[in-house]
């Protein structure tokens, strides 16, 4: 085969390191976004953080020489927002508070226990492997293995069965247990059996578990020979129990808890809507006037740099570009966000009035990419993850989105509306008869909504209420 040279001429579309870079930006909550901006700070050495003033105005970064650097008078900043509150108006910062997490919780009650060293080392690692729920859902076997690797200390499927007894006493009650069954049975051993339901309770739990789990509740009596009275006093006992220990650590503690910081502050007052980016703590840079001044001085009267100062300048200027471009694109993302969200506002204003699900619009990615001549793709970033403070509470914005279902007289409504009447037909059913799904698909038709049955499964799925056998009470 001949080799021979040919031009081709082809189209292609590739995304520059600052589209990239505002892409990046765009996706970050308002947490997120005050640690990347002190990264860069960290990362760029001429980028420094100003004091917050009314005084600043904003100016857009353009192309940059030599020339500029010298003929500039101050270095362009920007702001997230305007300051047209008066003086005794404050902003009231939300703070992202984290305490112990459930690990170093356990591990210090670990320390009130007279352990050998060795048992204290495989303890902490056992501890290590129980997940956020509280259940340690790795064999033994493995984490023995793994222990030999990482710490190097020969361990056996046994003795971290005697270690993990220790880690069943601690609080809160079932944690490190190994499926719901032992959990629960952990929180019974922890309460006093001073009582024939709880006895029953742990009887139930013992034997009959995957009975009770099936809810066969009239098999159960039958097995057990209780009155209905007695059983029902013991599965109050079971619901009493948590699924989920890792969580009782978490709801008793408020210094675990964190709190979402909203990336919009809504304020409703007299019909009026104020809509403002919550900037609190999110820092304000600028490039620092020492590396325009140093700029200068390496340049002479005549224009020219010596040869031994060209690699410094290039590479200050290389530092003071990245800069300008890293504001351009903070100042772009507020510029995103606010046009996006004041869009979501006009498109829900009825909603965010009182906060009522069923004034609801339907409404989809697409709808508000139209109307702020966005792509959908840059409206789905500006909404993953971020949230609005209204009078109301705090919203995630990607809540607010629904798909459109239509009505026998042609009505296009929310498909939280329909959430709603699916869940209000469940909170008053009768539980000894629970509602199927097609009997639930009947009473949507009947209120004039088309839905099909598998759609009802899945709202139902979405709102995580159980199918009707397991909703089904005595």
């Not at 005050?34 to 917050?52: F, M, P, S």
């Not at 009975?211 to 098999?219: I, L, Q």
């Not at 006037?289 to 010596?306: L, T």
């Not at 060209?310 to 200027?317: C, D, M, T, Y």
Request: hydrophobic fraction near 35%; proline fraction near 3%; glycine fraction near 4%.
């Amino acid at each position: 085969m001949a080799i021979n040279q040919k031009q081709v001429l082809s189209l292609q579309q590739k995304l520059s390191p600052q589209q990239i870079q505002m892409i990046k930006l765009l996706e970050l909550p308002t947490v997120q976004l005050e640690q990347r901006i002190k990264q860069e700070i960290e990362d760029n050495i001429v980028l420094e953080e100003e004091e917050r003033s009314s005084e600043d105005e904003e100016q857009q970064p353009q192309e940059i020489s030599v020339d500029e650097y010298l003929r500039e008078d101050d270095t362009p900043s920007y702001k997230s927002h305007i300051n047209n509150f008066s003086k005794d108006d404050k902003q009231r910062p939300v703070y992202l508070t984290e305490g112990r997490s459930l690990q170093e919780y356990l591990v210090e009650q670990l320390g009130y226990r007279n352990l050998s060293e060795r048992d204290m080392r495989l303890a902490v690692y056992l501890i290590g492997s129980i997940d956020e729920d509280g259940y340690l859902r790795r064999d033994l076997e493995s984490v023995a293995d793994d222990i030999a690797f990482t710490v190097g200390i020969e361990t056996s499927a046994e003795e971290l069965e005697r270690i993990l007894g220790i880690i069943h006493e601690l609080e809160p009650a079932g944690i490190g247990a190994r499926d719901l069954r032992e959990c629960l049975l952990l929180q019974m051993d922890q309460l006093p059996a001073n009582s024939r339901a709880r006895r029953l309770a742990r009887k139930i739990l013992t034997t009959y578990f995957d009975e009770f789990v099936k809810k066969h509740y009239e098999k159960l009596m039958a097995r057990l020979q209780v009155s209905e009275e007695d059983f029902r006093e013991a599965i109050a006992e079971i619901r009493r129990l948590s699924p989920k220990p890792g969580n009782l650590y978490a709801e008793g503690g408020t210094d675990t808890t964190p709190y979402i910081i909203p990336d919009f502050i809504l304020d409703y007052q007299d019909g009026h809507f104020n809509l403002s980016m919550n900037s609190y703590n999110v820092p304000e840079v600028r490039v620092n006037r020492r590396y325009v001044e140093m700029i200068r001085d390496m340049v002479g009267a005549d224009g020219k740099v010596k040869e031994q100062d060209r690699e410094a300048l290039q590479f200050v200027k290389s530092k003071i570009d990245s800069a300008k471009w890293f504001i351009s694109a903070i100042k772009q993302r507020h510029d995103t966000l606010m046009r996006t969200m004041q869009t979501i506002l006009d498109y829900q204003q009825e909603y965010f009035k009182d906060g009522d699900r069923s004034k609801l619009r339907p409404m989809i990615l697409k709808d508000i990419a139209d109307r702020t001549g966005l792509d959908v793709s840059t409206i789905s970033r500006v909404v993953n993850s971020k949230y609005v403070q209204t009078q109301f509470g705090i919203i995630l914005l990607k809540s607010l989105f629904s798909e459109a279902m239509q009505t026998d007289s042609g009505e296009e409504v929310s498909s939280y509306e329909i959430k709603n009447i699916l869940q209000q037909c469940i909170d008053d059913e009768d539980k000894r008869r629970p509602l199927t799904d097609e009997t639930l698909m009947d009473i949507l038709n009947s209120k004039g909504y088309r839905i099909a049955r598998r759609t009802v499964a899945k709202y139902r799925e979405m709102l995580g209420i159980p199918v009707a056998r397991l909703r089904k009470q005595i």
